[in-house]
C-alpha cells in the first residue's frame, strides 16, 4: 500500500516523476519522509552528524536512480527504511564511525576506565562470544545483527533482510541455540 500525507500524490506517483527528474516530485518526497526517517536512525545511532549523513545519502540514491522503487502496490516507507537502515549499518562499519563514537563516548564519561559499551564491543570483537558469531551461517549471523547488535524488531528485520518475519524469528531461535552451545 503506498501512502500519502494528506492530499496530493500518492508515493509511488512522486517516484516515478522522481525517476523522471521531477525536483518538485522529490521534494515533496523528501518533505514527506526525511523527518520520520531521521527520528528513526536517530534511535539506532546517537552519532547526529552521522544520521544526518545518512539521510542525506538515503535520498541521494533515491535522486540519482541507485535506489530503485519497483512495486508500485508495496510499502515506499519500508522500502526507504531498508534504504536508510542499510546505509546506517555499512557508516557504522566503516572506520570513521569508530573514531566519532569513541569521541562520543570519550566526552560522555567521566573516567578513564573503560565504558560498559566498550568492554562489551571489545568482547564481541575479540572474545569469545566474536569467535562464536564469526562460526554463524551468514542467514543466521544476519538476523542476529539485525535483531540484537542493530536493534530491529521482527519485522523491521523482515522487511531489510527481505524474508519473512517467521523466518527471522525461526533463524533467531537457530542463532541463539547455536551460541548457547558453543558459548557453554
Not at 527520528?39 to 539506532?44: D, E, G, I, S, V
Amino acid at each position: 500500500m503506498t501512502s500519502t500525507r494528506g492530499p496530493g500524490p500518492t508515493d509511488a506517483e512522486l517516484l516515478t516523476r522522481v525517476a523522471g527528474g521531477d525536483r518538485s516530485a522529490f521534494e515533496a518526497f523528501y518533505r514527506r519522509h526525511a523527518a520520520w526517517l531521521m527520528l528513526r536512525l536517530r534511535y539506532r545511532c546517537l552519532d547526529d552528524a552521522l544520521v544526518d549523513d545518512v539521510v542525506q545519502e538515503t535520498f541521494l540514491a533515491v535522486w540519482r536512480g541507485t535506489a530503485t522503487y519497483r512495486d508500485p502496490g508495496g510499502d515506499v516507507a519500508g522500502w526507504l527504511w531498508r534504504i536508510g537502515s542499510r546505509r546506517l549499518i555499512d557508516s557504522l562499519r566503516g572506520h570513521g564511525a569508530r573514531q566519532r563514537l569513541t569521541g562520543l563516548l570519550a566526552r560522555r564519561r567521566s573516567t578513564e576506565e573503560p565504558s560498559a559499551e566498550e568492554q562489551v564491543l571489545v568482547g564481541v570483537e575479540h572474545g569469545d562470544l566474536g569467535g562464536a558469531l564469526a562460526r554463524l551461517s551468514p542467514e543466521l549471523r544476519a538476523v542476529v545483527q539485525a535483531t540484537v547488535l542493530d536493534g530491529l524488531t521482527t519485522a523491521e528485520a523482515a522487511v531489510l533482510l527481505g524474508i519473512p518475519a517467521g523466518t527471522v524469528k525461526t533463524r533467531a531461535m537457530r542463532a541463539r541455540r547455536q551460541l548457547r552451545q558453543e558459548l557453554a
